[in-house]
């Protein structure tokens, strides 16, 4: 006759490496890898802190990939000892881990014990479903979502860039989004401001946006800001964000939104488009250049024509605006290699794309200075833009 | 010889072209090569003074050459040269 699960268990348990709770609470401190190994409802009611979230139902397929060096040593947790010591009998003895401890008496015990415990932030069963497809990627997972929930973007235009964008960053789950722009949807906006449709001829962009964003998820806030940024207001608007996407259509704002952006301390993703080019990249203040030290004077007129001069091919900002949204998600969740200190030049009619280096510059008028070195009286306080945009040359 | 690869701004100076190919010993040489073969060019690229306009940005390869050695920097057969002027797009 077969032993029973509670003998096999037994056996198991005398095989394995077992751990005491207070001895988990120092590792932690030492940085070990400690895992979950409950169900989902049991981990979203509390569990230890630092702790990551594996549950026994896809230990296999997914331990690897958030323990991939199977020397480190792992300490897995229940809610009593069994889950886990079973689970710890599979890395062991199927999977090859070479350093694997079960906790004893697992989360209850540890609770008993009065030790810290960190409940996750709710994310309900309708947003795991949402957003399913993140929750399974390890760059990004609950805690990457929760930061993408909680994140607040500013998008400068619901334009040519500033549609795609906001359609993919509210998909997303990017919890407040941002957008400034005092126009009303155009007929000739929709070959390519693809935020907007036909029946909303007439009406404001930033309305016509929150309905786009409002039917896709209804877990985004909106906030409209139906106005020309300028030096008055810009200093009352940027700070309540974390991110700034700029897919603004003229230069002297550019410098406005460059030089507060930097004293602010505020990420701009930045994307410029013409015909069938485009150029992107990412300003992180003091960790890479700013605006003003790729581009520290503006060109002449007649070396800036306009899209509505020139004509530009639908789908361009509809890449360019997707890749800012894709560097946007990049920063919020802090994975990959943002375009800090690179400027991206696509050119859509060859299918290339070319990156060349953008440095800091030393002498750069606004970046070589600490913001702090800025007194209140300077800030918001900026040189007239429109002279100086207008006046070069 | 090098290659240099057009902004949209310029191509309708040098013939529509996005690449052209220069002859030069450094990227001034060969910047004002271009500027003989099209005039067009000239005056956007360069100043009165003969500097490179400031609004202008020119690479070698991927490295700005005014941290390299400004229209001084020598240039090879397998290099490209990437003029940059600022793009600022929109519908007015």
Redesign the interface.
């Known amino acids: 006759m077969s032993p029973s699960g509670a003998e096999v268990l037994r056996q198991i348990k005398d095989r394995i490496e077992e751990v005491d709770p207070a001895t988990v609470r120092e590792q932690l401190e030492s940085g070990a890898l400690v895992v979950d190994v409950r169900q989902d409802e049991e981990w979203a009611t509390g569990h230890i802190p630092g702790a990551r979230h594996v549950p026994k139902s896809h230990l296999e397929s997914r331990i690897e990939g958030v323990a991939p060096d199977k020397s480190q040593r792992v300490v897995l947790y229940c809610a009593s000892g069994q889950r886990s010591a079973w689970a710890a009998r599979t890395l062991i003895e199927d999977l090859g881990y070479e350093s694997v401890e079960s906790m004893t008496g697992g989360f209850t015990l540890w609770k008993d014990r009065g030790y810290q415990v960190e409940v996750p932030r709710f994310m309900s069963a309708e947003q795991r479903d949402r957003y399913s497809r993140h929750l399974l990627l390890n760059e990004v997972g609950i805690e990457g979502q929760q930061k993408l929930l909680d994140a607040k973007v500013l998008l400068l235009g619901a334009?040519?860039?500033g549609s795609p964008a906001a359609l993919y960053l509210a998909a997303a789950g990017v919890g407040t989004i941002g957008i400034v722009d005092d126009d009303t949807v155009d007929l000739?906006?929709l070959q390519r401001q693809v935020i907007h449709n036909s029946e909303r001829v007439g009406v404001a962009k930033v309305d016509s946006a929150e309905a786009t964003i409002n039917a896709l998820n209804p877990d985004v806030k909106v906030e409209k800001h139906k106005l020309r940024l300028g030096p008055d207001n810009i200093m009352d608007i940027l700070p309540n964000y974390d991110i700034v996407v700029d897919g603004?259509?003229?230069?002297p704002t550019?410098y406005l939104v460059n030089d507060a952006s930097v004293r602010l301390r505020i990420p701009v993703v930045s994307a410029?488009?013409?015909?069938?080019?485009g150029?992107l990249s990412v300003f992180k203040p003091y960790e890479g250049p700013c605006y003003r030290c790729?581009?520290?004077?503006?060109?002449?007129a007649?070396?800036?024509?306009?899209?509505?001069a020139n004509g530009?091919i639908g789908v361009l900002?509809g890449t360019m605006g997707l890749l800012q949204a894709t560097e946007v998600i990049k920063l919020i969740l802090d994975i990959g290699n943002p375009l800090i200190g690179r400027?991206l030049?696509y050119?859509a009619?060859?299918a290339t794309a070319?990156?060349?280096?953008?440095?800091r510059d030393p002498h750069c008028a606004i970046c070589s200075r600490d913001p702090d070195e800025i007194s209140d009286d300077e800030l918001g306080v900026f040189p007239d833009y429109e002279a100086f945009c207008a006046g070069?040359h | 010889m090098a290659t240099i690869r057009i902004p949209p701004v310029l191509r309708p100076a040098v013939g529509g072209e996005r690449e052209i190919n220069a002859d030069g010993e450094n990227v001034g040489d060969i910047l004002r090569a271009m500027a003989v073969d099209h005039p067009g060019t000239e005056s956007q690229l360069f100043g009165a003074d003969g500097d490179l306009n400031r609004y202008v940005n020119v690479y070698l390869n991927d490295e700005d050459v005014r941290v390299l050695d400004g229209l001084d920097t020598a240039v090879g057969t397998a290099d490209t040269l990437v003029i940059l002027p600022a793009m600022a797009g929109g519908a007015r």
């Open positions: 334009g040519g860039l000739s906006n603004l259509d003229n230069f550019r410029a488009i013409l015909g069938f080019d150029q790729l581009f520290p004077v503006p060109p002449p007649e070396l800036a024509p306009s899209c509505g530009v900002p400027l030049m050119d009619l060859a070319t990156e060349v280096k953008v440095r070069v």
